[in-house]
C-alpha cells in the first residue's frame, strides 16, 4: 500500500470515528432534550479524536500493517460499546426526567382541583406538556390560562403552541 493511500485512508477513517463520537455526545440534546452540547465542547472533542485516531492509524499502517483491520475493528467495537453505554444513560436519564415531570403534573392537576381559577397553575401545566412533547395538552393547559388571565405572554405561548 502506498503512502498517499495510507495518508487518504487514515484521513477518512478519522473523519468518520470522530463525526460518529460527536453525533453520539450530541443525541443528548437532540433526541432526548437534556441539555445542549455546545460547538466548542463537540469541536474540542472532535479535534483531539481526529488526531489521535489518525496519526495512530498512520503508524500501525506503517509499523503493523498485517494488524491494521484488527486495530480498525477494535476501535470500531469501542466506539459501538460507548455509543451503547451513552445511549442507555440518555435513556434512562430521559426516564427519570419524564417520571418527575409527570408527578409534577399530578401534583398541578390537584392543585387546579384545588383553584382551577388559578392561571399560574395553567401556565406550568403547558409547559411541563411542552416539555414532555404533548403539544396538544400543552396548547389546552395554555388556553385555559389565557382565558383565565389575558395577557401578552400567554396569547403569545398559545400562538407559538398553536404553530407546532
Same mark, same amino acid.
Given at each position: &500500500?502506498?503512502?498517499?493511500?495510507?495518508? #487518504?485512508?487514515? /484521513?477518512?477513517?478519522?473523519?468518520?470515528?470522530?463525526?460518529?463520537?460527536?453525533?453520539?455526545?450530541?443525541?443528548?440534546?437532540?433526541?432526548?432534550?437534556?441539555? /445542549?452540547?455546545?460547538?466548542?465542547?463537540?469541536?474540542?472533542?472532535?479535534?483531539?479524536?481526529? &488526531?489521535?485516531?489518525?496519526?495512530?492509524?498512520?503508524?500501525?499502517?506503517?509499523?503493523?500493517?498485517?494488524? #491494521?483491520?484488527?486495530?480498525?475493528?477494535?476501535?470500531?467495537?469501542?466506539?459501538?460499546? *460507548?455509543?451503547?453505554?451513552?445511549?442507555?444513560?440518555?435513556? *434512562?436519564?430521559?426516564?427519570?426526567?419524564?417520571?418527575?415531570?409527570?408527578?409534577?403534573?399530578? @401534583?398541578?392537576?390537584?392543585?387546579? =382541583?384545588?383553584?382551577?381559577?388559578?392561571?399560574?397553575? *395553567?401556565?406550568? @401545566?403547558?409547559?411541563?406538556?411542552?416539555? @414532555?412533547?404533548?403539544?396538544?395538552?400543552?396548547?389546552?393547559?395554555?388556553? &385555559?390560562?389565557?382565558?383565565?388571565?389575558?395577557?401578552?405572554?400567554?396569547?403569545?405561548?398559545?400562538?407559538?403552541?398553536?404553530? =407546532?
Amino acid at each position: &500500500m502506498g503512502l498517499l493511500a495510507i495518508l #487518504a485512508y487514515c /484521513t477518512v477513517f478519522s473523519l468518520a470515528y470522530a463525526w460518529a463520537l460527536v453525533w453520539i455526545l450530541e443525541r443528548k440534546e437532540k433526541k432526548y432534550r437534556q441539555g /445542549t452540547v455546545s460547538f466548542t465542547d463537540a469541536f474540542i472533542v472532535g479535534a483531539l479524536v481526529i &488526531m489521535l485516531v489518525y496519526i495512530s492509524n498512520i503508524v500501525v499502517l506503517i509499523r503493523w500493517g498485517s494488524s #491494521a483491520l484488527v486495530y480498525d475493528l477494535a476501535l470500531i467495537a469501542a466506539l459501538a460499546g *460507548f455509543g451503547t453505554y451513552k445511549e442507555t444513560r440518555y435513556k *434512562f436519564r430521559a426516564a427519570k426526567t419524564a417520571h418527575r415531570q409527570r408527578a409534577e403534573i399530578r @401534583l398541578l392537576e390537584h392543585h387546579i =382541583k384545588q383553584d382551577p381559577a388559578n392561571a399560574a397553575y *395553567f401556565e406550568r @401545566l403547558s409547559e411541563v406538556y411542552e416539555k @414532555l412533547g404533548e403539544n396538544r395538552k400543552a396548547l389546552e393547559a395554555a388556553r &385555559m390560562a389565557l382565558e383565565l388571565h389575558p395577557d401578552v405572554r400567554n396569547s403569545w405561548r398559545v400562538k407559538q403552541l398553536e404553530g =407546532k
